[in-house]
Each structure stands twice: as C-alpha cells, then as structure tokens.
C-alpha cells in the first residue's frame, strides 16, 4: 500500500518525470527519421506520420484522461496510461510495417498523454497559489526544457545502440513512471470527485471554458508554446543551412537555450505578483520577436540571432509557469479537466505553427510567426489581468 502522504522531493520528482514523459515520445526518436526510412523501406513523409499521429495522440488522449482523472482520481487512469504505453511500445519495437508502426505510434501518443494532464491535474491538488507556481516552476522548465533536450538525447542513443534501442529508453522509463505510480497516494480525494455519471463527466469542459480567466491564460500559454514549435522547426535550417554550422554546435545551441527556459521556470516564483511576472514575460516576448522580425531577413550575425532567442527562451520559461499556475488555481475545482484543454491546446497550436516556419523565406517566415504568437499572447494576457 503506498504511503499515506509522499514526500515533497517524490512528488517533485514525480511531477517532473511525467511531464518531461511526452516531449520525449515525440521528439526522442527524430534522429531516428532516416534510419526508420531505410528500415521500413518507405518515404520520408510516411516516417513522419509517426511523428504527427503521436502528437495527435497527445492531443486527444489528454482530452479523455483529464477528465476521467476528476472522477475517478489521479492515481488508477495514471496506471492505466502506463500500462497502455508500455504495451504500445513494445509493439513499436516489433512493427512489421510502417503502418503498424504508425498506428502504434498514435495509441504511444494517448497514453502518454495520460501523465502530462495529470501531471499539472496533482500540482492543483496538492499545492495553492505561490505554492503552486513553485511546484509548476518545475514542470514549466521541463515542458520547455523536454522537447529540446530529447532529440539530443536520441542522437547520442542512436549513435550508440541503434532506432529500437530509443523505444527501449522509452519503455524503461514507462515501466519506471510505473512503478513510482504504485508509491504514489492518491492526492484527489473521494468527496473532492466528479459526482457526474461517466456519460456526462465530459460536460465540464464547457463549465471550464465558461471561465474567461481560465481560457484566456490558457490561451497565452498556448500562444508561448506556439512560439516554442516554432523555434523549435525553424532553428535546425537556421543554424545548419543558412548559418553552416555542424549538427553538433546546433546540439549547443539548443542546450544553451534550454537553460534558458529553466532560468526563466526558477526565476518566475521570485516575483511578487505572478500578474507582474506573466506581463514582463510577454513584454520580452514581444521585444525578442520584433527584434527577430526586424533583423532576420537582413541577415544578422549568429552572435545577435542567438542572443534575441536566448532572452526569447528565458522569457518563455518565464511565460510557462505562470500562465500554468494562475490557469489551474482558475479551474481548480476541475483540475483534471482544466489541464486537459491546456495541455491539447498547446499541441495543437503547436502543430499549426510549426509548418507555418517553412513558408517561403524561413528568416521572414520565423519572424512573422513569432511576432504574430507574441502579439496574441499579449492580448491574451492582458485580457486575462483585467477580466473581472
């Protein structure tokens, strides 16, 4: 029998390992893409499907565990999401097909999907107001920290051990995040539940979406996490083919600019007010994002480039914890719910913004789009601030 209460430093850790658990299933096998080409005799753009199908698992899956979690708790859908990704990824390791592959893919996406939305669902239950934006500083850096650091990752398990020895990495942690889901005490109590029948616990989301504070910080997270996809698919043809420089260095790059978002996660949770916090985030968002604007089509140095997106990244981490934090103390009451349409959100603002980098000229293209991402967020913010 787990514990009667865990640890602050377990479920930090905890927290911590279940929300870095999604960025890895789609980004740690990207060094992988050429290889899964070869080994499936297929094309690139059916290898890719992967990679689509998994972040739309993502999406979807948060949307049905979210709210399951408001009714039956945090600790048995979490098991069960476990469980399904453990299977799904052993049945990736032995796909006949890239078909197979794919669909696996897709079910890989669900389930892991079950440890992002609880994840944020457990921080809402076990900790209140600046509590929480601590406990959310953490999973702030990792969400911005995961997706970089992961095909990072990948490369050097690639290199090493070969595609199939990613999705063995992958299952090891799933059967880990297992276990430590068996320690873990339940942190939504019976009273605390949904007393919905299980046909209508999927009715919260419009009792969710009807508190304007809510959505609105919702929707500058989202706009903060576009702006990450973004970076994110625009920076390895920056860095590699208009600047030259060797995978390697852009490995640093993006290391440098994960610390980045941690710097910003740690530093948030010293201001006062988290509203002050949230409008200097979306301030230096929006004087990264001109400056780039401003400065990319005419080809600036690497020093300059890499300098507005440090700041850019810093101020991200920033965004990312507490527009996390003042959004779930909104919607605490279902908390499970809540963190579902942020989470699916995210994505899917994500996956729009990402091919949008990749129009015409990419120095113009990327300029745009984070100037536009910045602009939303901003008014997001400022609509939320001033929402009574």
Not at 125 to 134: H, I, T, V
Not at 148 to 151: N, Q, T
Not at 243 to 254: D, V
């Given at each position: 029998m787990p514990a009667k209460n865990n640890s602050a430093n377990f479920i930090f850790t905890f927290l911590g390992l279940l929300t870095a658990f999604g960025p890895f299933v789609t980004d740690m096998y990207l060094p992988a893409l050429p290889a899964l080409t070869g080994y499936f005799d297929t094309g690139i753009s059916m290898v890719q499907m992967g990679l689509t199908f998994s972040m739309i698992g993502l999406a979807?899956?948060?949307l049905f565990f979210g709210p399951l979690s408001d009714k039956y708790g945090r600790r048995r859908p979490l098991l069960c999401s476990m469980l399904l990704?453990?299977?799904?990824?052993?049945?990736?390791?032995?796909?006949?097909?890239?078909?197979?592959?794919?669909?696996l893919r897709f079910v890989q996406g669900i389930a892991a999907s079950g440890g992002i939305v609880i994840a944020r669902s457990i921080a809402a239950?076990?900790?209140?107001?600046?509590?929480?934006?601590?406990a959310l500083a953490i999973v702030g850096a990792i969400n911005g920290i995961a997706p970089?650091?992961?095909?990072v990752i990948g490369g050097l398990v690639l290199k090493a051990v070969g595609w199939k020895g990613i999705f063995l990495i992958l299952l090891i942690i799933g059967i880990i995040l297992g276990g430590l889901c068996l320690h873990f005490h339940e942190s939504l109590s019976s009273p605390r539940r949904?007393?919905?029948?299980?046909?209508?616990?999927?009715?919260?989301?419009?009792?969710?979406?009807?508190n304007k504070k809510y959505l609105y910080y919702t929707l500058e997270l989202s706009f903060a996490l576009a702006m990450l996809f973004a970076y994110i698919a625009s920076s390895p043809f920056i860095i590699q083919n208009h600047?030259?420089?060797?995978?390697?260095?852009?490995?640093?790059?993006?290391a440098a600019n994960a610390i980045a978002i941690g710097l910003g996660a740690a530093v948030s949770v010293k201001f006062k007010s988290q509203e002050n916090c949230l409008k200097t985030s979306c301030a230096g968002m929006l004087f990264c994002s001109f400056g780039l604007l401003a400065t990319l089509p005419d080809n600036p140095s690497i020093i300059v480039f890499e300098s507005l997106l440090f700041i850019l990244c810093f101020t991200l981490g920033l965004s990312f914890t507490v527009a996390t934090a003042l959004a779930m103390n909104e919607a605490r009451a279902n908390a499970g719910t809540a963190s579902a349409v942020m989470g699916a959100l995210g994505f899917l603002f994500g996956s729009i913004v990402s091919p949008l980098v990749g129009l015409g000229n990419i120095?113009?293209?990327?300029?745009?789009?984070l100037t536009v991402c910045a602009l939303l967020a901003s008014f997001a913010a400022y609509k939320a601030v001033r929402s009574a």
């Open positions: 979807a899956g948060q990704f453990a299977a799904s990824t052993l049945a990736c390791i032995c796909a006949p097909n890239i078909e197979t592959f794919v669909a239950d076990k900790f209140k107001k600046k509590n929480l934006a601590k970089i650091a992961a095909p949904s007393k919905e029948k299980l046909s209508q616990t999927f009715r919260l989301f419009k009792t969710v979406l009807q600047y030259g420089y060797s995978p390697l260095a852009f490995s640093l790059f993006f120095m113009l293209s990327t300029g745009i789009t």
